[in-house]
Each structure stands twice: as structure tokens, then as C-alpha cells.
């Protein structure tokens, strides 16, 4: 760098915002001192100069001070407090060549009076150039450009007009300026550097303590944002829920929480794949959020759930009505790029108690949108206290559940199925009966759906298969067992190895069959199927239960590997008189038969019923018409007494053909 560059450098306002705001700031501290200084010195040494004319004495003081007035106004108004980097810079840069115009007009005027006075005098300018040039630069010590500048405006003038005055007294006063100037500035220049590395550092400090602020903002953000909908999350819903209740508890003041389920959404992932997936997601977000009030939370507490905390009116009625405004807002369909989804979704909502905790409340909600799904599926139920019985009730059952001896609580029994064409009983279905100690009788459609939302289902399907295994033992060689599996089992690879393994232990042939339900097998497809073949393998035949009632698509027919299907007892119920489900049997039937596998029809009760169903094709039957879940004991008493009885039975209803 040339020496002219790096002089102008010297002089020039530094490139560095975070360096000229510091130096403007402390500077502006500084400026009301100076120009004090300044003024009190120069009006002293007018004051003194009693035979100076005027012009030197009164005007070009006042003018001085005039122009010192302006910049002492110019400063003020950025006095003490931070101030844009452009404005900084602006003052700064002015200040240089201030600085220079001051310094050269204060020591003209002051030189300029020598000569109106005596020796006193004299010194006194001498004194006054000095002492207020030195007040000066201190002053300006945070800009280095100004201090020179002051330093060299004072000393040049100071030195050359003392050294050439012919007096040694005034000779030995400029060479003492001069050291004294040199060391001041020497010091400066050291005081300015370490300056300026403190605000470097300073600024890297708060650059670093600005990133950290970023990752941890960043961070609390991902910990309680959902990025897929930018809603709030699960914790974040928790931790929200909690503040309010605690707010409202002292108000007296109710608030509601309602939770809402994508029925079926699985199907959406696995027909059109896991990025339309969450685009419907987005969008079931975007349509909550057009709903809800400013007053409403919202939040995605996981895959297919959603969760609102609502701080308005809080009556059932009102509830309902929001329940119904957003479970409708779900069915208009879904416009996406792959096509067109359509969906429904169930929602349960619940009003505040006082003393509720996050926890209680919630767990009202979910349990109200657990029925909803179960009752009203595509609806919203509001919490009452009929739920309110009954959830106690759940919880009382699920404690006992939980803690029940399951090989001696759970017992089984047995519902024949009769084949028309072989004219005999070819298996019997295995049910579940748990009789609870504290509980009594409970019905397997209490208990089931309890045990798969707890988990509890894998260890009762394993109990029931183990009973049922034992008696499949002492039973006729020609009679087999079915075993009904739980979705949950099909979704758990170390439930279907453990039920596996069990059939595998009892030894060939293998005697059980296994019936799953459609919604089961939908969870996951791949998954089922895997499980099913190893059961295949091991001898088990599987049947398709329920078929009907659920999401029926032949392509879980041809899908799974299947050996019957069992046609839902609501269709039996209506086949005498509903043309449709006549129409449904028939074709069921003929699907069966064209596939090579058996169709077996539930709940036959009346013997109409079942000459609908004879006359349709059907040849496997089970229902009270056949008998009715029995013990074990009451099995071998069906078996011995089926030939003379059922055959004389039914040689009355449809004589010798049968
Ligand atoms: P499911 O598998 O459809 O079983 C048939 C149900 O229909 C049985 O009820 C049976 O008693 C009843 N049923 C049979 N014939 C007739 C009839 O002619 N009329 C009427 N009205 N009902 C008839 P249950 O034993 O109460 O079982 C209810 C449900 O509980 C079963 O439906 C099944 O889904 C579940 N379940 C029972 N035992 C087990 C089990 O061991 N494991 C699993 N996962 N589920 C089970
Ligand atoms: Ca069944
Ligand atoms: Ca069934």
C-alpha cells in the first residue's frame, strides 16, 4: 500500500460498522466536555487580552463558539444512544475536517492576540494552546483521524511560531508540547487499538450469542412445531393445555378439548403413497385452521390426529356444533395431482372440570372420540355423562385386565359350523369368554376392543390359542378349530412368531385355522401377508371374517392367502327380505367359487334364514340355528349327539333330500 493510501486510511472513517457505532457512541459522551473545555479556555484567554481590538476580543470568539454550538447540537441528539451506521459514519467523517477547521482557527485566533499583550499574556496563549489542545485530543481519543488532526492543527502552528519568537522560555515550551503531544499520541494510538480489538470482540461475541440464540429458537421450534403442517405438536399441545387450565382454574372458567382422527388414513398412504399422504395432511391442517376462532389451538398430536383447545363457549350444544362444522369440513374431497381422496373423520370433544389436569381432560376426549369412531364414525360426539359411566367403567376394566391371571381368567368356547354338503359339524369357531374375579362376566365385545387399544390383545389371543390347542388334541381327527386373530396380532411380527410357534409346538397335522378381519389386514398389507403364509405353512387355513362390514375389496381377496370367507351375520339377518343383500350373498358365493374357496355364513338364526341361503349356494353355516357357543364338555356331547339329532332335525324340515 502506498504511503498516501495508508495516510488517507489513516484519516479515513474505518470500514467497520460495529467499530464506527462504538466509536460514534463514545465519542458522543465525550463531546459536551470538550467543547467545554474549548469554550471556558478561549473565554478566558479573550477575557485576559483586555487590549486586544474587538474584532479579536468579542467577534471571532463568538463566531468560534458559534460554530462549536452547532456541533455540540449536531452531537447531542445522538447523545448516549445507538445510532444507524450511516449516521455514524456521517458524524465521524465531518468530525475529521472540524477537527481540522477548529484546531487551525482556535490557534490562529489565539496566536493571533500574542501580540496585544504583556509577557503574562503572552504565556497565557502559550498555556492556553497547549492545555486545551492536550483536553482536546484526550477527548477525541476514540477517533484516531480527529486526534491527530487536532494534535497536528495545534502543534505545527504552536511550534513553529514559539521556536521562531526568539525567546528561549517560549523555544523550551514548544519542545515541551511537543514530547508531550508525541507521548499522548503514542498512548492514544495504543488506548484506540486495544479499542478497537474490544469491539471486534465484543461483536464477535454477540454474532456468536445471536447464532446460539438461532439453534435454540431453531431448536424449540422443532420441538414443538410438526414440520409437516407447521402446527403446534403433541408437546407443545401438552405443555399449552396445562398453562390454560391453570389460567382458567382460578377464573372459574371452563374449556374445551377436542381431538379429531382421519378415519381409515392408512389407506390414503398406501393407495397413493406417503407424499399425498401428507399433502392431505397439510390440507386437513389448512381446513382446522379456516375454521377455528383466534382463540382456538390447534395442534397435530401424530400421524392421523388432530387436537384443539377451545376457550369459547363451552355447553354441549355448542360443542356439538363446532363438532359438526369440522367433521364436515373433512368430506368435501381431497383435489391432489394423483387423483382424488375422499375421507371422513371422527371427533370427540370434552369440557373442562374444575381440578382437571391436561392429563384428565384429554383423556376424556380421547376416549369420546374413541366411541365416535366406534358409533359415529364420521361424526363428532361430545363427552356426557354417559361416557362418563362408562369410561369409568373402562378404567375399572382395564385395571382388572391388566392385572388379570389370564390362563385362569380367560376361557373359551365353541360355535359349530356345520357344511350342508358333508351334512356334519367340519369345525368349530373359538370364542373368548373372560370372567373377571372383580369384574364378573365380561362380553369379548367389552374386553376385546379394550385389550387391542391396551395392548393387552397378543397375550389373550396366545392364551385362547394355547386353550385352544389343548382341546384340539382330544377332539375327532375330522374336526378343526378356528382362532381369531386381532389386528394387532398381524401388525406384530414377534405376536405372529409367538403364535407360530405355538401351532408349530403342538405337532402335525395342524388342526387350527386363524380368521382375520379386513381392517386388520389393512394396517399393513405386506406385513399381514407375511405372517399369514408362515401360519400356511405350519397346515392353518385362513379365513376372511366379518366380510362385508368393513372396507370389502376384492383385492384383499385375491391378495391374501385365503381359504374362506365368512359373510357377515347382517347380511344373514336381512336375506329373507332385503333383495341387496340377497344380490351381495349370491355374488359373494360366486366369487368364492370361482376362486376355489369356501364361504362360510354367520349368525344363521332362523331356519328361513338359512333356506334364503341354501337357496343362494351357501353351504358352510354357523350361527344359534347350529348351535350356540358351547363348552368344551358341551362339544363332545354336540358331537355325539349331532347325528341322530340334527339329522332327524332336518330329515323334519326338508325330509330326505337333506
Ligand atoms: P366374531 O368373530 O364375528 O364372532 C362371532 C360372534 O357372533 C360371537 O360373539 C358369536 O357368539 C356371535 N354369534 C354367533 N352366532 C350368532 C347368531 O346366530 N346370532 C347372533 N346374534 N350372534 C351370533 P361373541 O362370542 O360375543 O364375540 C364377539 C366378537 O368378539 C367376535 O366376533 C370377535 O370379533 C371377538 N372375539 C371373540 N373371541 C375372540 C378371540 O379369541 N380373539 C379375538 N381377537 N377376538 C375375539
Ligand atoms: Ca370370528
Ligand atoms: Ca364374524
Not at 403446534?232 to 371452563?254: C, K, M, T, W, Y
Amino acid at each position: 500500500m502506498s504511503a498516501v493510501k495508508r495516510l488517507v486510511q489513516y484519516f479515513a472513517v474505518p470500514d467497520n460498522p460495529e467499530l464506527v457505532q462504538a466509536q460514534a457512541l463514545a465519542f458522543s459522551q465525550q463531546v459536551p466536555l470538550m467543547y467545554g473545555i474549548l469554550l471556558v479556555n478561549s473565554l478566558a484567554l479573550a477575557a485576559t487580552h483586555t487590549d486586544a481590538p474587538d474584532l479579536l476580543r468579542l467577534y471571532i470568539p463568538a463566531l468560534l463558539a458559534l460554530a462549536c454550538a452547532i456541533r455540540v447540537v449536531t452531537w447531542w441528539r445522538s447523545q448516549g444512544k445507538p445510532m444507524s451506521y450511516a449516521r455514524a459514519r456521517r458524524l465521524l467523517a465531518s468530525t475529521v475536517w472540524v477537527a481540522a477547521g477548529l484546531g487551525v482557527s482556535f490557534s490562529a485566533w489565539a496566536l493571533s492576540l500574542y501580540p496585544y499583550g504583556g509577557p503574562f499574556q503572552q504565556s497565557h496563549v502559550a498555556f492556553y494552546m497547549g492545555i486545551t489542545s492536550i483536553g482536546c485530543v484526550y477527548c477525541l481519543m476514540h477517533l484516531r483521524g480527529a486526534a491527530t488532526m487536532v494534535a497536528l492543527c495545534v502543534v505545527i502552528p504552536f511550534t513553529a511560531f514559539f521556536t521562531t519568537s526568539g525567546n528561549w522560555v517560549f523555544l523550551a515550551l514548544a519542545i515541551n508540547l511537543l514530547l508531550v503531544m508525541a507521548a499522548l499520541m503514542t498512548v492514544l494510538l495504543n488506548n484506540y487499538r486495544d479499542f478497537s480489538a474490544l469491539v471486534a470482540s465484543r461483536a464477535e461475541m454477540e454474532h456468536k450469542q445471536a447464532e446460539t440464540q438461532r439453534l435454540s429458537d431453531e431448536n424449540y421450534r422443532l420441538a414443538n412445531i410438526d414440520a409437516l403442517t407447521g402446527l403446534p405438536n403433541r408437546r407443545s399441545f401438552d405443555r399449552h393445555l396445562q398453562a390454560i387450565l391453570d389460567s382458567v382454574d382460578g377464573e372459574h372458567r371452563q374449556i374445551a378439548v377436542a381431538r379429531l382422527d382421519l378415519d381409515n388414513f392408512k389407506s390414503v398412504n398406501d393407495i397413493f403413497g406417503q407424499i399425498t399422504g401428507d399433502r392431505v395432511l397439510a390440507e386437513v391442517a389448512n381446513r382446522i385452521n379456516m375454521l377455528r376462532q383466534t382463540s382456538t389451538f390447534v395442534a397435530r398430536l401424530g400421524s392421523n390426529s388432530f387436537a384443539l383447545i377451545l376457550s369459547g363457549a363451552t355447553d354441549e350444544a355448542a360443542l356439538q356444533a363446532s363438532g359438526d362444522v369440522l367433521t364436515a369440513a373433512m368430506r368435501p374431497s381431497f383435489e391432489l395431482k394423483l387423483g382424488t381422496v375422499h375421507l371422513s373423520a371422527s371427533a370427540g370433544f370434552a369440557a373442562s372440570r374444575p381440578g382437571d389436569t391436561a392429563e384428565t381432560l384429554f383423556d376424556r376426549a380421547d376416549y369420546v372420540t374413541w366411541v365416535a369412531k366406534r358409533e359415529a364414525r364420521g361424526h363428532a360426539l361430545v363427552f356426557s355423562e354417559r361416557h362418563a359411566d362408562e369410561l369409568s367403567r373402562v378404567r375399572r376394566m382395564e385395571h382388572a385386565l391388566h392385572t388379570a391371571d389370564l390362563d385362569r381368567e380367560i376361557h373359551i368356547l365353541f360355535q359349530p359350523q356345520f357344511d350342508i354338503a358333508l351334512n356334519r359339524t367340519t369345525g368349530y369357531e373359538v370364542l373368548a369368554r373372560w370372567r373377571s374375579p372383580v369384574l364378573g362376566e365380561v362380553s369379548p365385545s367389552e374386553f376385546i376392543p379394550l385389550a387391542e387399544r391396551t395392548g393387552m390383545i397378543s397375550k389373550i389371543t396366545q392364551t385362547v390359542l394355547r386353550k385352544a390347542l389343548a382341546v384340539s388334541a382330544r377332539l375327532p381327527k375330522s374336526l378343526r378349530l378356528s382362532v381369531n386373530l386381532s389386528a394387532h396380532d398381524l401388525s406384530s411380527t414377534t405376536a405372529m412368531e409367538a403364535i407360530a410357534r405355538l401351532v408349530e409346538q403342538a405337532g402335525k397335522p395342524c388342526r387350527i385355522d386363524f380368521e382375520i378381519t379386513e381392517t386388520a389386514v389393512m394396517r399393513d398389507m405386506a406385513q399381514a401377508n407375511e405372517g399369514l403364509l408362515s401360519l400356511l405353512a405350519l397346515g392353518s387355513r385362513i379365513a376372511l371374517d366379518d366380510f362385508g362390514t368393513g372396507h370389502s375389496s376384492l383385492t384383499h381377496v385375491q391378495k391374501l392367502p385365503l381359504d374362506r370367507i365368512k359373510v357377515d351375520r347382517s347380511f344373514v339377518a336381512e336375506v329373507t327380505d332385503d333383495p341387496t343383500s340377497r344380490a351381495i350373498i349370491k355374488t359373494t358365493v360366486d366369487l368364492c367359487r370361482n376362486l376355489g374357496i369356501s364361504c362360510v355364513f354367520e349368525g344363521i338364526e332362523t331356519e328361513q334364514q338359512l333356506d334364503a341361503l341354501l337357496g343362494l349356494g351357501g353351504t358352510v353355516m354357523q350361527g344359534y340355528l347350529f348351535g350356540r357357543p358351547m363348552s368344551e364338555d358341551k362339544v363332545f356331547e354336540h358331537i355325539a349327539g349331532e347325528n341322530k339329532g340334527w339329522q332327524q332335525h332336518r330329515r323334519q324340515i326338508f325330509g330326505a333330500a337333506g
